[in-house]
Structures are given as structure tokens and as C-alpha cells.
């Protein structure tokens, strides 16, 4: 991770600079290039002078809040270790607080997370998403023994993100690598749409023949602006209650879904059936596939990424004969181009004042094109 953001422009010097800020002696960052196969990139050894004190998750966490460093890099370095340290405790069956960082006195994994961390923030890095991850196999030494690979702390920090094991028998991701990748609350799937900036090659320690180990870094923005990327999810029923459609909806829509839509389709045999569509945010398609398997008599999904792009949108509240109605507004490039009175508001106003509700909307938006 150091040597792909190094490789994608964080200056080696500026890294070492801010590192300084902790109260952490006894190491040396060596900076090389080098190859690795075919593919030439930045290697970054922490190379740890013996006699390191034995760390445990207070220690280091101690030490990153005694920093100079900004709040913001404490913080996300802070978390980090907690989830590692989390992980590690359940692991092993002991308390957190006694969790040890073995290895030379745990320095090699606070400048591995803390120097990922400044350089993700130098570099303006504001969102990331990974590939599926390759964890390789075999099995590796440790403080605790010999350990199949991936190590129970890799396993159990990239449970729930798809995984695979290929190339070398190696370790090719360890627990601080999971750690960075769970901390920095990476999505996990194909490469989004981006405009390329820059690119980066990190290099690992082993350069095993007929592989390139290799891990790289792309930095660039989002390929729209008024774009995020999200997941649809579709099912096809033919066998249910009609009457479950409503409650469906509810319960997809209170569990963070963006959209839900219900089409009719002719299904095989003849049969009338009913597509359900549900617009799920990045990080909730496990859930909202859950309610659907819970709440309907699917027996399988359908999960696609897609972008999402949207307008600018403001809420302006407008007075009309008959109260105050908010209207929703949507922007392109500064320009109105929709407005949309709020129907809710709307309905219960010309209840109140027993007029059509048509003429209520209607008023709302004569209001908010006086009010822009």
C-alpha cells in the first residue's frame, strides 16, 4: 500500500516528515524501485532496529493520540487498529486489552496503517473500492505458530467481501492489509467509472517466479460529477399474495433501499407475474437482499452495479392560499430545471381546506417559480 501511493505521487519525504510526528523510534522507511515479473513499481521496507518494546492496543493507541499528527489521520488510524485489535481478541479467546502486537514491537504495522492513512489524505483520496481480493495460499510462521493462509485475523476481517485465492503460494494479503482495506471502508466489485488521474505500483517483499506481486492503485474522480454507484436488485415472482406487495415496499424502503418499483411481466407458461426492482446504496445490497428473500417467495436474485446520477436538489418551503408547502427543486449545472411540490403537504392541505388537490399543487408550483 505505502509503495503504490509512493508510485502514485506522495512524496517519499513528505511520508517520512509526517511519520516523524509519532512518538515511534528505532526504524528506517527504505524507498526503492525495483521490478516485481514483469511489472516495475515503488518497494517500501520498514526496516526495525531489535530491541522494540512489546505493544498492545492501548500502547498504540496511546501513542497515535500523543501525536502531532491531524485529527482527522489519528482518528482513522485509531480505528483501524480497533478493528484489527477486535478481530485479533476474538480470535485468540482473550480480551482486548490483552492483545499483543508481536511482531519487532508492532512498528512495522504502525507505519504500514499510519503511513497508508497520511498517504491516502495527501493525496485527497475521498472514497476507494478494491477488486475481489486474492489472499493466496499455503500457510505462513507466526508468533503463534504455523497458520494457513489466509491467517484466521485475514479471514475473519474480509468476512462478507468476496475473496479468491490464485498465483503463488504465498501470503499475498496479511491482516494489516485486510485491516486498511475494512478501515477505509472500501466497496468491493468491478472498477466504477472514473476519469484516470494517476497510477501506482506497490511492490511485496516477494518476487515468486511467473507472478507479478503487484498491487495498483488507480486515482482519479468519478466519471460523473452528479454520480454514484449503486446496485439493482430484481426478482421475478408469479406465486404470491398481492396483498404482500405494499408491506414489501415499506419494508424495503425503511431498510435503506433508494427505489422500489413493481413491474408486470409475462412469466414462462403464460403466467402473469410481477418484476420487483429495488435501487440499492453501496453497502446495503446484502440486507436489502435478505428482506427480499424474508419477506417474498423469491428463490433467487438478480444484483447488478449501476450509476446513479442525479440533480442537484434543494428544499424550498413556498407559501400558497392554503399553507406552506415545501417544493423540491432540482439543479443542472445552477439552472432549475424541475420543481416538484411535496404531494404529502399538498394531500393534507386541501384536505384541511377542502379544495381539489390539484389546485393546492398547482399553487405551490406558481410559488416556487415567483420564489426562484
Known sequence: MLGALIDAGLPAGQLRSELRKLPLAGYRLDVQQAKRGAVAGTLVNVLVEP??????????????????????????????????????????????????????????????????????????????????????????????????????????????????????????????GAALLVGFDCDFGELPPVRLDRIGYGLGSEDPAGWSNVLRLFIGERASDRGEICWLIETNIDDMNPEFYGHLMDRLLDAGALDVFFTPILMKKGRPGTRVGVLSPEGL????????????????????????????????????????????????????????????????????????????????????????
Do not use: W
Open 51 to 176: 530491541g522494540q518494546p512489546m505493544r498492545n492496543l492501548r500502547d498504540i493507541v496511546d501513542l497515535i493520540e500523543s501525536s502531532s499528527l491531524s485529527a482527522s489521520i489519528r482518528e482513522k488510524s485509531r480505528g483501524i487498529f480497533q478493528c484489527l485489535g477486535e478481530v485479533e481478541a476474538a480470535i485468540h479467546g482473550t480480551d482486548i486489552s490483552s492483545v499483543h502486537f508481536h511482531e519487532v514491537g508492532a512498528v512495522d504495522s504502525i507505519v504500514d496503517i499510519v503511513g497508508a492513512v497520511i498517504g491516502v489524505d495527501h493525496l485527497g483520496i475521498k472514497r476507494m473500492s478494491a477488486s475481489p481480493v486474492n489472499v493466496g495460499s499455503g500457510s505462513v510462521k507466526s508468533v503463534h505458530g504455523t497458520l494457513p493462509v489466509p491467517a484466521p485475523a485475514t479471514a475473519a476481517l474480509l468476512k462478507g467481501r468476496p475473496v479468491y485465492s490464485a498465483g503463488a503460494t504465498l501470503e499475498l494479503t496479511t491482516p494489516t
Open 285 to 372: 445490497q446484502e440486507a436489502l437482499s435478505r428482506v427480499l428473500f424474508l419477506e417474498t417467495t423469491a428463490i433467487g436474485l438478480r444484483r447488478h452495479r449501476v450509476q446513479r446520477d442525479t440533480l442537484e436538489r434543494q428544499i424550498v418551503p413556498v407559501q400558497t392560499p392554503y399553507g406552506e408547502v415545501p417544493v423540491k427543486i432540482g439543479l443542472l449545472d445552477g439552472d432549475v430545471v424541475n420543481r416538484a411540490p411535496e404531494y404529502e403537504a399538498c394531500r393534507r392541505l386541501a384536505s384541511e381546506k377542502g379544495v381539489p388537490l390539484k389546485t393546492v399543487y398547482m399553487e405551490a408550483l406558481r410559488a416556487s417559480g415567483e420564489k426562484r
